[in-house]
């Protein structure tokens, strides 16, 4: 009976190490499938190039007076939006407005000052007149005595004094005409509100007039308000950063490519984007704009030094600058310094490396400041229309 037993189990036993044999193989071939399948997904083209080395970025515009004062207003604060051309920060305006008076005072005082210029001229011109008048007559005086001196009617004496009156009549001539030269100086090929005088009071309203303005500090753009450091009763000097304001339309992605991904990546390739913030659901169309100059190792505070005994590489990285699409981004707002999932769609490859065309127009600009002149001006003319009088223009006319 015991041998029965002993042959039932050898073929159980022959079975079973069949089995894990089958089973061993089987593992194996798995196994080399899947090397090559992970060697062939690394080796082989696809057409794209990942990176979540990819951040947000954007507009930091800063809010900087451009004279000094106290603040005694604050108009927005951290997370705020605003709009072009809304109030920010209001600093003291007392020294300014006593300045815009002065040289208000100081033009109306050119303007009458250049009237009375253009008085002279009309004075001396009409003394040039009466002199020129009194020396004919003086000469018609001589020229009868030199006539009665022939026949004795008259003395010598009395053509001494007649010869006199002309040479001084002359003489009076002489200056006067020197007199209107003079006064013509002043006022020739000018009318009152283009005299150097009444111009260079101008040039001092103006300025008066817009440091007056800069009292008030406006918001150059739209956007969120962020690093607020400014607080009520603070003094603050020219050019110091009171507070930023961040465009939420005016945002891209900095992606940072392996130096090896470099080789398939061109202007204008199409880029497929996700954030972190909305998930894989969101996805965001951009395009390829531009290669920065250089590594970001090159650009950084302490650059590497790589001649050295100990050098090691280390793969680097060049920053990519991606375009958003505007309605995406309207939809789904974008933050500074999120982190962002890109893939750059390589198979068209062929548009430029590198951006070579020169930008024709400027990027960004603002309008917020570009009528402070024109309201200058418009203070100049209601100025130098009140102190000119009525026949300012007929005077210069006639001078």
């Known amino acids: 009976m015991t041998q029965t037993n002993s042959n039932a189990v050898a073929p159980q036993a022959k079975t079973a190490e069949k089995n894990l044999l089958n089973a061993q193989n089987v593992v194996i071939a798995a196994l080399l499938i899947g090397a090559a399948g992970a060697a062939w997904a690394m080796l082989a083209p696809t057409g794209k190039q990942v990176t979540e080395d990819a951040y947000v970025e954007g ?59 253009f008085a002279n001229v009309g ?132 992606a940072n490519f ?5 080789g398939e990546i061109r202007i204008g390739q199409p880029v497929t984007l996700s954030a972190d913030v909305y998930g894989k659901a969101v996805r965001y169309s951009g395009r390829v704009i ?41 939809a789904h707002p974008l933050k500074l310094g999120l982190s962002m999932h890109v893939a750059v769609d390589t198979n068209n490859r062929s548009g430029p490396v590198a951006m070579n065309t020169v930008a024709g127009r400027a990027a960004y600009t603002t309008d917020v400041f570009q009528h402070e002149l024109e309201q200058a001006d418009q203070l100049v003319e209601r100025i130098v229309a009140a102190n000119g009088g009525g026949s300012a223009k007929a005077l210069a006319k006639a001078n």
């Not at 507009?59 to 106290?70: K, M």
């Not at 920010?88 to 033009?107: F, G």
């Not at 392996?258 to 470099?262: G, N, P, V, W």
């Not at 302490?302 to 995406?328: C, F, H, M, S």
């Open 59 to 117: 507009n930091v515009v800063q809010v900087t007076p451009q004279l000094s004062g106290s603040v005694t207003q604050i108009g927005a604060d951290n997370t705020d939006y605003v709009n072009a051309g809304q109030v920010l920060v209001q600093l003291n305006e007392v020294d300014a407005q006593l300045a815009l008076s002065r040289a208000s005072a100081q033009l109306s005082k050119a303007v009458r000052q250049v009237r009375v210029e």
């Open 123 to 254: 004075q001396y011109r009409a003394n040039v007149t009466l002199r020129a008048t009194d020396l004919s007559r003086a000469e018609a005086d001589l020229a009868r005595r030199h006539d009665l001196a022939g026949n004795g009617a008259i003395s010598g004496e009395d053509m001494h004094h007649a010869e006199d009156a002309v040479k001084t009549a002359r003489a009076s001539l002489s200056v006067a005409e020197q007199q209107l030269a003079s006064a013509s100086a002043l006022v020739d090929q000018t009318d009152i509100s283009s005299h150097p005088e009444v111009q260079a009071a101008i040039s001092q309203l103006r300025d008066a007039y817009i440091a007056s303005v800069r009292t008030t500090l406006r918001a150059p753009v739209s956007g969120l308000v962020t690093k607020r450091n400014v607080q009520l009763g603070q003094r603050v000097s020219a050019g110091a950063a009171l507070m930023s304001i961040v465009p939420p339309e005016q945002m891209w992605v900095n």
């Open 258 to 262: 392996k130096e090896s991904q470099l």
């Open 290 to 330: 531009g290669q920065d100059a250089g590594t970001g190792n090159a650009f950084s505070l302490l650059p590497a030094q790589n001649a050295t005994g100990n050098w090691i590489k280390v793969v680097q990285r060049v920053p990519i600058r991606i375009a958003l699409d505007p309605k995406e981004l309207a």
